[in-house]
């Protein structure tokens, strides 16, 4: 079984900065895609950026140039780092990993953490 630890979300003005970590567990398994998503108050949950086991990346549109992702496959984490935080980036963060184990492939996601941007 997959399991998904965020860690890293807060309080914090706009303008600042704040980096998500993500910890898998599950060794025997192949993390092939690992993403954030979020979801803003009263809004559905939304691709924020992915990463695949080899490194190819993408970002939505509205965080490109301020977010970068990046995981570290050895320890199975991935992170987010976010910069030039703006108000509308208040949302649930979540993680989401796309794992496969022989012929077993899994949707997984983490609990959530609250990234809340003041203005």
């Known amino acids: 079984q997959v399991q998904l630890v965020e860690s890293g979300g807060g309080l914090v003005q706009a303008g600042g900065s704040l980096t998500l970590s993500c910890a898998a567990s599950?060794?025997?398994?192949?993390?092939?895609?690992m993403a954030w998503y979020r979801q803003p108050p009263g809004n559905q949950r939304e691709l924020v950026a992915s990463?695949?086991?080899?490194?190819?990346?993408n970002y939505a549109d509205s965080v490109k140039g301020r977010f970068t992702i990046s995981r570290d496959n050895a320890k199975s984490t991935m992170y987010l780092q976010m910069n030039s935080l703006k108000p509308e980036d208040t949302a649930v963060y979540y993680c989401?990993?796309?794992?496969?184990?022989?012929?077993?492939?899994?949707?997984?996601w983490g609990q959530g953490t609250q990234v809340t941007v003041s203005s």
């Open positions: 990463i695949t086991s080899g490194g190819s990346i």
């Open positions: 599950g060794s025997i398994f192949r993390f092939n895609v």
């Open positions: 989401n990993t796309v794992a496969s184990y022989g012929s077993h492939w899994g949707d997984y």
